[in-house]
């Protein structure tokens, strides 16, 4: 008896022992957005490769993914993310607001922190047979729309906010006409998911509805995926400027002793190699060469900002996603 | 098939006619709603052909996802059993203050969404919960690791042993416990000596049902499991993780495991009711 539970004392010791020293080789964990799965599937494994190259330690990166707000709540509820790379700054705002990443991170990489930007584009079914072209195509009746939950989703707030500016910028284009036309649009939403993902299986897989909001790289991807004779690409008007930024979550990195390695991988993705990995993922890139290299597959688009538009995205999500705010006023799903 | 229309054609009439209509209808919707997405579950894990199927399978993350599957359900189920013997024990020969609420207490699981039963223990053991603070400071990971996984698991797997326990054991009576007492057996000998082995097979019953759900639990853990690749993302998970990577085939090769780990737990349950029928219906005559 005596002998067993020493046993099983010393067989505990060793493995807490050997726990400490795996500990020696960092591991990251990165919580992502949706659709950025291929993304850093590709990145985690350069900057692995580079991090060996440099320091000669082996890093793991883990990934998680789902739609940006969740796992942002995810975080604050204590899912240990080393870095956040989330759809949009206001979910990264939201686990600052709790005191895990410090309050000026948007200014402590360039571009807003943002290493590379989307935008909002519309995917149809091949031929377009609801002859679909711009913003005002998808409020007609008969016309089913598929975009995620804004409430869950980053990709479904850019979404609804590229239509609300839409909406605004027509002429005569007021607040109450841009809500009128919000209004319209989400009653010819039949599904509304938690993630973007989800809405692209919704709409492709499933074969729900007949016009997909998304973001472009993400229909990129699923044309390229899933058939690129069976959807279409229609690029409106007018979109906005979709820019995902990412985060060191202080809290975090300081209690697991990651600082280091956290803050190279995110500077590692302005280098030119991941800039290079962004722009065949269908992220525009801003570094020169790689935006010239992948130049011929994006569509010139006119583009608004959250900044200029809306005021920010803390003024945004106040005024359109808070509880009672714009969104819920739409009565959607009622 | 044949046996069954003769009879119908030498006997004709309504008599007959509306059993078969009803078996008809019972297999057809069996048929529909059972055979056919089980049969397509197959059908599109193996529809890129069998080398992606064991890719799908032997691929790290999934290696991970059963490795971590098995070491869920190997902590649940026997924690789940010894309640379940413990609780059913106490509930079937014991009079005692609050034995309703206890019974009640044991469905409780039953009633509740998993999802709520997942964000349960996010509200308790979440950062921002009850003991959050207590845990991040003794550096202690319950939510969005592997005890998250457990404790969900463990709580909507709760009911099933006891639930099956129950019934039997207060249809079979106290008399031969009684008589062993009264022969001199201790307590840890009648358990061990006459209990046990009148309810083994509907114990074996509610083990199997329990690890079935166990390993197939779905939303309790999506909520606690913070999704975390090849770390917290168990079977169940992993196919919803691999149907949104586009990699269908991949989704339903791992489906076909979860198909397969129910077709064996089927079998089992169906063997256990031909063979130790009489031992598992908890109001069946008890053979003296």
């Given at each position: 008896?005596?002998?067993?539970?020493?046993?099983?004392?010393?067989?505990?010791?060793?493995?807490?022992?050997?726990?400490?020293?795996?500990?020696?080789?960092p591991?990251?964990?990165?919580?992502?957005?949706?659709?950025?799965?291929?993304?850093?599937?590709?990145?985690?494994?350069?900057?692995a490769?580079?991090?060996?190259?440099?320091?000669?330690?082996?890093?793991?990166?883990?990934?998680?993914?789902?739609g940006?707000?969740?796992?942002?709540?995810?975080?604050?509820?204590?899912?240990?993310?080393?870095?956040?790379?989330?759809?949009?700054?206001?979910?990264?705002?939201?686990?600052?607001?709790?005191?895990?990443?410090?309050?000026?991170?948007?200014?402590?990489?360039?571009?807003?922190?943002?290493?590379?930007?989307s935008?909002?584009?519309?995917?149809?079914?091949?031929?377009?047979?609801?002859?679909?072209?711009?913003?005002?195509?998808?409020?007609?009746?008969?016309?089913?729309?598929?975009?995620?939950?804004?409430?869950?989703?980053?990709?479904?707030?850019w979404?609804?906010?590229?239509?609300?500016?839409?909406?605004l910028?027509?002429?005569?284009?007021?607040?109450?006409?841009?809500?009128?036309?919000?209004?319209?649009?989400?009653?010819?939403?039949?599904?509304?998911?938690?993630?973007?993902?989800?809405s692209?299986?919704?709409?492709?897989?499933?074969?729900?509805?007949d016009?997909?909001?998304?973001?472009?790289?993400?229909?990129?991807?699923?044309?390229?995926?899933?058939?690129?004779?069976?959807?279409?690409?229609?690029?409106?008007?007018?979109?906005?400027?979709?820019?995902?930024?990412?985060?060191?979550?202080?809290?975090?990195?300081?209690?697991?002793?990651?600082?280091?390695?956290?803050?190279?991988?995110?500077?590692?993705?302005?280098?030119?190699?991941?800039?290079d990995?962004?722009g065949?993922?269908?992220?525009?890139?801003?570094?020169?060469?790689?935006?010239?290299?992948?130049?011929?597959?994006?569509?010139?688009?006119?583009?608004?900002?959250?900044?200029?538009?809306?005021?920010?995205?803390?003024?945004?999500?106040?005024?359109?996603?808070?509880?009672?705010?714009?969104?819920?006023?739409?009565?959607?799903?009622? | 098939?044949?046996?069954v229309?003769?009879?119908?054609?030498?006997?004709?009439?309504?008599?007959?006619?509306?059993?078969?209509?009803?078996?008809?209808?019972?297999?057809?919707?069996?048929?529909?709603?059972?055979?056919?997405?089980?049969?397509?579950?197959?059908?599109?894990?193996?529809?890129?052909?069998?080398?992606?199927?064991?890719?799908?399978?032997?691929?790290?993350?999934?290696?991970?996802?059963?490795?971590?599957?098995?070491?869920?359900?190997?902590?649940?189920?026997?924690?789940?059993?010894?309640?379940?013997v413990?609780?059913?024990?106490?509930?079937?020969?014991?009079?005692?203050?609050?034995?309703a609420?206890?019974?009640?207490?044991?469905?409780?699981?039953?009633?509740?969404?998993?999802?709520?039963?997942?964000?349960?223990?996010?509200?308790?053991?979440g950062?921002?919960?009850?003991?959050?603070?207590?845990?991040?400071?003794?550096?202690?990971?319950?939510?969005?690791?592997?005890?998250?996984?457990?404790?969900?698991?463990?709580?909507?797997?709760?009911?099933?042993?006891?639930?099956?326990?129950?019934?039997?054991?207060?249809?079979?009576?106290s008399?031969?416990?009684?008589?062993?007492?009264?022969?001199?057996?201790?307590?840890?000998?009648?358990?061990?000596?006459?209990?046990?082995?009148?309810?083994?097979?509907?114990?074996?019953?509610?083990?199997?049902?329990?690890?079935?759900?166990?390993?197939?639990?779905?939303?309790?853990?999506?909520?606690?499991?913070?999704?975390?690749?090849?770390?917290?993302?168990?079977?169940p998970?992993?196919?919803?993780?691999?149907?949104?990577?586009?990699?269908?085939?991949?989704?339903?090769?791992?489906?076909?495991?979860?198909?397969?780990?129910?077709?064996?737990?089927?079998?089992?349950?169906t063997?256990?009711?031909?063979?130790?029928?009489?031992?598992?219906?908890?109001?069946?005559?008890?053979?003296?």
């Open positions: 008896m005596f002998i067993t539970l020493r046993q099983t004392l010393l067989g505990s010791l060793l493995w807490l022992g050997a726990i400490a020293a795996q500990a020696a080789d591991s990251l964990l990165n919580v992502s957005y949706d659709p950025t799965r291929e993304l850093y599937k590709d990145v985690n494994a350069a900057f490769a580079q991090w060996k190259a440099d320091k000669g330690e082996t890093v793991t990166i883990n990934a998680s993914h789902g940006s707000g969740k796992q942002a709540r995810s975080v604050i509820d204590g899912l240990e993310a080393d870095v956040v790379t989330l759809a949009l700054a206001y979910d990264i705002d939201a686990v600052a607001e709790k005191g895990l990443i410090a309050p000026d991170w948007q200014k402590r990489l360039p571009h807003n922190s943002t290493p590379y930007t935008t909002i584009v519309f995917l149809v079914r091949k031929g377009n047979p609801k002859g679909i072209k711009d913003w005002n195509d998808l409020i007609k009746p008969g016309v089913e729309v598929i975009t995620p939950n804004p409430k869950t989703s980053g990709g479904a707030r979404n609804y906010l590229a239509a609300w500016g839409y909406a910028k027509q002429p005569g284009g007021n607040e109450a006409k841009a809500k009128e036309f919000v209004a319209a649009l989400f009653k010819n939403v039949p599904v509304l998911d938690t993630g973007a993902r989800g692209t299986t919704t709409f492709v897989q499933r074969g729900i509805g016009v997909l909001l998304a973001w472009e790289n993400e229909a990129l991807l699923a044309r390229q995926e899933l058939g690129k004779d069976e959807f279409e690409i229609v690029v409106p008007s007018l979109s906005i400027l979709a820019e995902p930024p990412v985060a060191v979550v202080d809290k975090v990195v300081d209690r697991r002793g990651t600082r280091a390695v956290a803050e190279a991988y995110l500077k590692f993705l302005y280098s030119p190699a991941a800039q990995i962004a065949r993922h269908y992220y525009r890139p801003y570094d020169a060469a790689a935006a010239a290299k992948y130049a011929s597959v994006f569509t010139k688009v006119n583009t608004f900002t959250i900044d200029a538009e809306f005021g920010g995205w803390k003024k945004a999500q106040a005024t359109h996603f808070a509880d009672g705010g714009v969104f819920d006023q739409l009565g959607v799903g009622k | 098939m044949d046996a229309l003769s009879l119908t054609r030498s006997r004709p009439g309504a008599g007959r006619l509306v059993p078969l209509l009803l078996i008809a209808a019972a297999l057809g919707f069996l048929l529909l709603f059972l055979l056919l997405p089980l049969a397509a579950v197959f059908v599109e894990a193996l529809r890129k052909g069998l080398g992606t199927y064991t890719a799908a399978l032997v691929h790290p993350e999934a290696i991970a996802a059963i490795k971590l599957t098995l070491l869920v359900a190997a902590i649940a189920v026997p924690l789940n059993t010894v309640f379940g413990a609780a059913a024990w106490a509930m079937t020969r014991f009079a005692f203050r609050g034995k609420l206890l019974g009640a207490l044991i469905d409780l699981p039953f009633s509740v969404s998993p999802v709520v039963s997942g964000l349960i223990y996010v509200l308790l053991f950062a921002q919960g009850w003991f959050g603070p207590w845990l991040l400071e003794h550096d202690i990971k319950l939510i969005f690791a592997v005890p998250g996984l457990v404790l969900a698991t463990i709580f909507v797997t709760l009911p099933f042993v006891a639930r099956e326990l129950i019934p039997l054991m207060q249809s079979q009576g008399d031969e416990e009684e008589a062993a007492r009264v022969l001199g057996a201790g307590g840890w000998q009648i358990f061990f000596r006459v209990t046990l082995p009148n309810i083994k097979w509907a114990l074996l019953y509610g083990v199997l049902l329990c690890n079935a759900r166990a390993m197939g639990e779905f939303g309790a853990v999506s909520v606690v499991s913070g999704h975390i690749r090849g770390l917290t993302n168990t079977l998970l992993h196919v919803e993780i691999l149907y949104n990577d586009y990699n269908y085939a991949g989704a339903f090769a791992v489906a076909s495991l979860l198909a397969f780990l129910a077709l064996i737990t089927l079998g089992l349950k063997f256990l009711e031909w063979r130790y029928g009489s031992e598992l219906a908890a109001k069946a005559p008890r053979g003296h």
